[in-house]
């Protein structure tokens, strides 16, 4: 039996799961992230063999030193950049994760975040809510349509060859894409058009998705120079991470009108959003949802617990990471 201290309460089977198969757990019941203060203290004083961590918690040298005991964290999440996995993997710490829970979830919010700016949903929403509609007007809130147009996929892993299987059998879109390796398959199934540099991508979009992991080659991807060389009715959406996306450059094309609109689910200071991005019109703005799904939270739920109960039973778990 090992005991696993999780830092907070997540839905799905997956605590069921690991008492089950029993073990102890401790779980944080407060319904936010621990400081880390608050984090370390629990770590230092409960002799955890285990973690079960979420995407929040930065697990870095002070916590791995606040828990020798700890040799495994699951981490509740498909990204681990809240985690310092050299450190972990010099002290033989395994790190897993949740690859592919989610695809389909993220997948299907990123197609609808773009859809809502060309079809100026929330506009409209708001529209309404402030009183103003007073009946049908051919002049009103005109978005455009995307058949036809060209999609950029900036990532083509499983989240973005998941947005290009959507797009290709249900929209009839080009798709083209930009990734470190090139994605036969990707080509193959969905007609996709492979760009090795990523500047081409960016100028001939009409709407770019993100979908790349968060590291030092990847923060403020998209800066101001290439949102210079975006179209003017381009449309850009992040469902990856939120420093992929230099903020207050974005904030700025936007207020200049450089690109038609921005659809984020991530942020760079999470939660904290940059000034003047919230005012924008044509900005649509969720809090992190993409995955929010019953089906994806249950399944990242089973695939976090399995990675430790196969751990503590003496195999590899699935989802190794590093």
């Given at each position: 039996?090992?005991?696993?201290?999780?830092?907070?309460?997540?839905?799905?089977?997956?605590?069921?799961?690991?008492?089950?198969?029993?073990?102890?757990?401790?779980?944080?019941?407060?319904?936010?992230?621990?400081?880390?203060?608050?984090?370390?203290?629990?770590?230092?004083?409960?002799?955890?063999?285990?973690?079960?961590s979420l995407l929040t918690d930065k697990i870095?040298?002070?916590?791995?030193?606040?828990?020798?005991?700890?040799?495994?964290?699951?981490?509740?999440?498909?990204?681990?950049?809240?985690?310092?996995?050299?450190?972990?993997?010099?002290?033989?710490?395994?790190?897993?994760?949740?690859?592919?829970?989610?695809?389909?979830?993220?997948?299907?919010?990123?197609?609808?975040?773009?859809?809502?700016?060309?079809?100026?949903?929330?506009?409209?929403?708001?529209?309404?809510?402030?009183?103003?509609?007073?009946?049908?007007?051919?002049?009103?809130?005109?978005?455009?349509?995307?058949?036809?147009?060209?999609?950029?996929?900036?990532?083509?892993?499983?989240?973005?060859?998941?947005?290009?299987?959507?797009?290709?059998?249900?929209?009839?879109?080009?798709?083209?894409?930009?990734?470190?390796?090139?994605?036969?398959?990707?080509?193959?199934?969905?007609?996709?058009?492979?760009?090795?540099?990523?500047?081409?991508?960016?100028?001939?979009?009409?709407?770019?998705?993100?979908?790349?992991?968060?590291?030092?080659?990847?923060?403020?991807?998209?800066?101001?120079?290439?949102?210079?060389?975006?179209?003017?009715?381009?449309?850009?959406?992040?469902?990856?991470?939120?420093?992929?996306?230099?903020?207050?450059?974005?904030?700025?094309?936007?207020?200049?009108?450089?690109?038609?609109?921005?659809?984020?689910?991530?942020?760079?200071?999470?939660?904290?959003?940059?000034?003047?991005?919230?005012?924008?019109?044509?900005?649509?703005?969720?809090?992190?949802?993409?995955?929010?799904?019953?089906?994806?939270?249950?399944?990242?739920?089973?695939?976090?617990?399995?990675?430790?109960?196969?751990?503590?039973?003496?195999?590899?778990?699935?989802?190794?990471?590093?």
């Amino acid at each position: 039996m090992a005991k696993i201290f999780v830092t907070r309460h997540v839905p799905g089977p997956g605590l069921q799961m690991l008492k089950d198969a029993g073990h102890e757990l401790k779980i944080n019941e407060e319904d936010r992230p621990l400081t880390e203060e608050e984090f370390n203290a629990e770590l230092s004083s409960g002799e955890y063999d285990g973690v079960l961590s979420l995407l929040t918690d930065k697990i870095d040298v002070k916590v791995f030193d606040s828990a020798p005991s700890v040799k495994v964290f699951s981490n509740y999440a498909v990204g681990f950049n809240n985690i310092d996995i050299g450190e972990a993997k010099k002290r033989g710490i395994v790190i897993s994760n949740t690859p592919g829970t989610s695809t389909n979830a993220v997948a299907e919010f990123t197609i609808a975040l773009a859809m809502n700016i060309a079809k100026r949903v929330d506009e409209g929403d708001q529209f309404i809510r402030d009183g103003k509609y007073k009946g049908w007007n051919p002049n009103l809130l005109i978005g455009e349509e995307i058949l036809n147009k060209t999609w950029g996929l900036i990532g083509a892993g499983r989240i973005g060859g998941r947005v290009a299987e959507i797009l290709h059998k249900g929209f009839g879109m080009k798709i083209i894409y930009h990734d470190i390796k090139r994605n036969e398959d990707l080509e193959k199934d969905f007609g996709a058009e492979f760009k090795e540099n990523i500047e081409d991508l960016i100028r001939e979009s009409d709407i770019i998705s993100l979908h790349v992991l968060l590291d030092e080659t990847t923060k403020h991807l998209i800066n101001k120079e290439r949102i210079e060389m975006m179209k003017k009715t381009a449309v850009l959406v992040n469902t990856s991470r939120g420093p992929v996306v230099d903020e207050v450059a974005i904030v700025s094309a936007l207020q200049n009108k450089k690109i038609r609109g921005f659809a984020t689910d991530v942020y760079e200071l999470e939660p904290s959003l940059a000034e003047g991005l919230k005012e924008l019109p044509n900005v649509v703005l969720t809090p992190h949802i993409a995955s929010a799904t019953e089906e994806a939270r249950n399944a990242m739920s089973v695939q976090a617990a399995e990675n430790l109960i196969e751990f503590f039973a003496g195999r590899e778990p699935k989802y190794i990471v590093g």
